[in-house]
């Protein structure tokens, strides 16, 4: 089974417009982290929000929001007022407290596009 | 400011042959992974280090090998380069894990290797 499911292969946004990109993930581990990252057409993974499991409130950066909703395993990331600057992949990433031996290894979805129109 | 430096960007090998995939870390980080990423997929760890002297196995070691003489460096090793090791490779580092978890992982550029 994944551990992580990215639902979206891509995504169209307007520009200034927000958009919510899904996220699922599978873990038993009660102690774990969820991120998200960008990675623009050059190729470079940009880390984007952080979201612990114990974190009551959910995290924010910026014009990024991730919507933590731990009963249904979804950490579904919000970009408000959308720039075309977003046009990238985004992944979904978590860390398990004992994931393989390692304490600091991320599992990544397979990501989604997110195309901004002008 | 250098954080996570890769060499080389693109490289291109013939079937069989070897090759290394530097990465240089200054930040003093404990932890560092190398990746590959297939086109469409998320990363995938290959191997991981969590300090000098440490190597680990991830996911999909097989192919390649570590070293990690030092808390900077921890290049990859590709002996006998086959297709399917088509891929682009990051290379990342993170302090050592602390009970607030958040410990954001470095990237570094990624490096593009084709085998043909």
């Known amino acids: 089974a994944q551990k992580i499911t990215q639902t979206q292969p891509g995504m169209f946004v307007q520009e200034k417009e927000a958009v919510t990109l899904d996220c699922t993930y599978d873990?038993?581990?009660?102690?774990?982290?969820l991120f998200w990252y960008k990675q623009p057409s050059s190729g470079e993974m940009i880390f984007l929000i952080y979201?612990?499991?114990?974190?009551?409130q959910n995290a924010t950066e910026g014009r990024y929001s991730l919507n933590f909703q731990k009963a249904r395993k979804s950490a579904n990331l919000v970009i408000s007022a959308s720039q075309l600057g977003d046009s990238a992949m985004y992944f979904c990433?978590?860390?398990?407290?004992?994931?393989?031996?390692?304490?600091?290894?991320?599992?990544f979805g397979k990501g989604t596009k997110l195309s901004v129109k002008p | 400011n250098a954080g996570v430096t890769q060499t080389p960007k693109f490289r291109i090998l013939k079937i069989g042959q070897s090759m290394t995939l530097q990465c240089t870390q200054d930040m003093n980080h404990n932890y560092m992974y190398w990746y590959r990423q297939d086109p469409g997929m998320g990363l995938k760890l290959i191997y991981y280090s969590v300090g000098a002297g440490i190597t680990d196995k991830g996911e999909v070691p097989n192919g390649y090998n570590v070293s990690r003489s030092t808390t900077e460096d921890f290049p990859l090793r590709l002996e006998l380069a086959a297709p399917s090791q088509t891929s682009v490779y990051f290379c990342?580092?993170?302090?050592?894990?602390?009970?607030?978890?958040?410990?954001?992982?470095?990237f570094g550029a990624g490096s593009r290797l084709t085998v043909l």
């Open positions: 873990t038993s581990d009660p102690s774990y982290g």
């Open positions: 990433a978590m860390r398990e407290r004992n994931y393989g031996g390692s304490q600091g290894n991320l599992i």
């Open positions: 979201q612990g499991s114990y974190d009551q």
């Open positions: 990342a580092s993170s302090p050592r894990q602390g009970n607030s978890g958040a410990n954001v992982l470095t």
